[in-house]
Nanobody, 123 residues
Framework: QVQLVESGGGLVQAGGSLRLSCAAS????????MGWFRQAPGKEREVVSV????????YYAESVKGRFTISRDNAKNTVYLQMNGLKPEDTAVYFC????????????????WGQGTQVTVSS
């Protein structure tokens, strides 16, 4: 079965950096666009970044542009989210997700989800 396992979350001070990883199994990873989403307490899940199959096409939410970088290694079945210049408002549970049908920024269109990793940014 498909499994997505995130890692790399933690507690960091404002201005710091974290690198999230998401290891995928059970799917043809190189054929699947991957997304990172986040959900803060009391808020809806929102898209952070999406990367196409080959890693060329990328989308970033306005709130993270210039600070976060998404990448993927298809040989390792892994997608990454490098987060620099972290702010307290970036505090959330971060999820990776796989979209079997195509490149999307809409959470409901994603087919598989990881369990999430907590990112906490202190001020």
């Amino acid at each position: 079965q498909v499994q997505l396992v995130e890692s790399g979350g933690g507690l960091v001070q404002a201005g710091g950096s974290l690198r999230l990883s998401c290891a995928a199994s059970g799917l043809t990873f190189s054929r699947v666009p991957m997304g990172w989403f986040r959900q803060a307490p009391g808020k809806e899940r929102e898209v952070v970044s999406v990367i196409g199959r080959s890693g060329i096409v990328k989308y970033y939410a306005e709130s993270v542009k210039g600070r976060f970088t998404i990448s993927r290694d298809n040989a390792k079945n892994t997608v990454y989210l490098q987060m620099n210049g972290l702010k307290p408002e970036d505090t959330a549970v971060y999820f990776c997700a796989a979209d079997l049908r195509g490149f999307s920024t809409v959470a409901s269109e994603y087919d598989y989800w990881g369990q999430g990793t907590q990112v906490t940014v202190s001020s």
